[in-house]
């Protein structure tokens, strides 16, 4: 069995509903290959797949995440305007009280801006040749988190009520 396969039948068997991931292209970046090939390998994981198209702003990348009722985000970058972007990214998260979606970033991101993106909470940063089965892998585990914090705080109201 690959490890395709098996993340697969993790995905679909863990949850009651699929993993939902919205992939993401933000600013003036046309190059959408990379997004698209993560984006297909997610969902043939067994991932609910949101593509948003090219040139997103930050602003509707978070706004489509809440919308949609993602687990995780994943923008695809390669444009150089990463910092300002994800800056913008994650403060309208927080703006809309979404914070707790987690977001990964990939592309072509100098390793001197690794340490400001993960300082602006960006949870995973996947720079060229990371396979997709290391994607795939972490993304689910990120996505299992915000499922497992959602219910605990669910089971918490209950208890308060």
Not at 33 to 54: M, S
Not at 77 to 94: D, F, P, S, T, V
Not at 116 to 135: M, V
Request: glycine content about 8%; aromatic content about 2%; cysteine-free.
């Amino acid at each position: 069995m690959s490890s395709l396969q098996s993340t697969r039948e993790q995905v679909l068997e863990g949850p009651k509903r699929r993993y939902k991931v919205l992939v993401a292209k933000m600013g003036l970046d046309g190059h959408d290959r990379g997004a698209k090939v993560v984006a297909r390998a997610l969902r043939d994981a067994g991932f609910e797949v949101v593509y948003t198209g090219l040139r997103q702003t930050p602003e509707q990348v978070a706004m489509a995440a809440v919308q949609e009722d993602v687990d995780v985000i994943g923008v695809s970058i390669l444009n150089g305007a990463h910092i300002h972007l994800m800056k913008r990214l994650m403060a309208k998260l927080r703006e809309l009280g979404a914070d707790d979606i987690p977001v990964v970033l990939g592309g072509t991101i100098p390793i001197p801006d690794l340490e400001p993106l993960r300082s602006l909470g960006i949870r995973e940063i996947f720079l060229p040749g990371t396979s997709l089965a290391e994607i795939i892998e972490k993304v689910r585990k990120l996505a299992e988190e915000k499922r497992m914090r959602e219910e605990a705080e669910a089971s918490e109201q209950v208890g308060q009520a």
